[in-house]
């Protein structure tokens, strides 16, 4: 009974098993372990004379060898167009699906105005910088310093304006610009366009060019050349920094250089490096639009602006504490 018990489950085996695969069943029962490696002689293997080309491959890559003059052929991605020229983009197509449910001139509207909307729109601001209240030696004085731009993402109407003046006393000066400003790429924007300058002695208007933005590591910077009705040059060079200390407490550190091409006794500019203004600011944002400050102001004339200054009985140079706020809509 044994022996045909036996015999049975040998059969239903051999059933379930094909041949193939009772021959790899059979590598499962090698003993490796009696396997001497050690014995094996691997340095006398010719492995140059090993016949690899007759070793068994499979025959259908026929789909993963690449065609010739087509790369993507071998990794299943389609053969690119042959009667699009390399390097042209097809045509937008102008059929939309939507005009056969809707009267095409209502969805041409729609479609303006999700470009309008997606980029195409105007917008505005203005912001006025400082609005600062000065003290320092001699009379407190007020400075301000603003900007407003109106347009779209490339092209814009943009004005600047600054000026100051002691408490209870004449303007000293003031300025103001209107400029064409256009995008140049994500960072900087060219400016042009005239300055005009408001003050008790000589006034003047200048043809303006200059460059602003944002460079790297977030320094906003800024470059302007000035060349008035009366022939003079000059050049302005502008960079502050927003230093976060916290998400609303910000130290700004800003500098102010002018530069001048030859002497303009009166207005009291002589040739060369002529002015330096830094400051350092503080300032506590209530909100993005609002934030008031404080800081300190040190302004100093050079070379012969400030010989100029000394002759006309002004100081050189000045230091002030500065309390003052800062918005922008």
């Known amino acids: 009974m044994k022996a045909l018990a036996f015999a049975a489950l040998l059969s239903l085996v051999t059933a379930a098993f094909p041949a193939g695969a009772q021959e790899h069943a059979g590598h499962g029962q090698t003993d490796h372990g009696q396997t001497d490696h050690g014995q094996m002689d691997h340095g006398q293997m010719d492995h140059g004379r090993m016949n690899h080309d007759g070793m068994d491959r499979p025959q259908d890559h026929g789909d993963h060898q690449p065609a010739a003059g087509n790369p993507h052929a071998g990794h299943g991605l389609p053969a690119p167009d042959a009667g699009v020229p390399a390097g042209v983009a097809p045509p937008a197509p102008t059929d939309h ?14 479609r303006a105005a999700m470009l309008r909307e997606s980029g195409g729109m105007t917008f505005s601001r203005l912001m006025l910088d400082r609005l ?62 005239v300055r005009h300058d408001i003050r008790p002695g000589p006034q003047r208007t200048y043809a303006v060019v200059g460059i602003d ?3 790297p590591y977030w320094f906003e910077v800024g470059a302007q050349a000035f060349l008035s009705d009366k022939g003079d040059a000059h050049l302005r060079l502008e960079g ?29 500019i002589g040739s060369g490096l002529s002015d330096v203004e830094l400051g350092l600011r503080l300032r506590y944002e209530f909100a993005r639009e609002f934030a008031p400050y404080v800081g300190v102001n040190w302004e100093r004339k050079l070379g012969e602006t400030a010989r100029f200054a000394r002759a006309q009985g002004a100081r050189a140079s000045a230091t002030s504490l500065v309390m003052g706020v800062r918005f922008w809509f």
């Not at 699906?97 to 729609?110: H, I, K, N, Q």
């Not at 779209?152 to 304006?161: E, M, S, V």
């Not at 502050?240 to 009291?268: F, H, K, M, N």
């Open 97 to 110: 699906a939507a005009e056969a449910f809707y009267d095409p001139a209502e969805m041409a509207r729609a």
């Open 132 to 193: 600062e209240y000065r003290m320092g030696r001699g009379a407190d004085a007020y400075h301000w310093e603003g900007e407003g731009w109106v347009g779209g993402d490339l092209n814009r109407f943009a004005f600047k304006t600054e000026g100051e003046g002691d408490f209870g006393g004449p303007l000293e000066r003031a300025e103001v610009q209107a400029l064409y400003s256009r995008a140049i790429d994500p960072w900087f924007n060219l400016e042009a366009g």
């Open 213 to 215: 933005g944002l460079a």
């Open 240 to 268: 502050s920094y927003d230093q976060r200390i916290t998400q609303r407490l910000i130290l700004q550190p800003a500098a102010e250089i002018d530069i001048a091409a030859q002497d303009v006794p009166e207005l009291g």
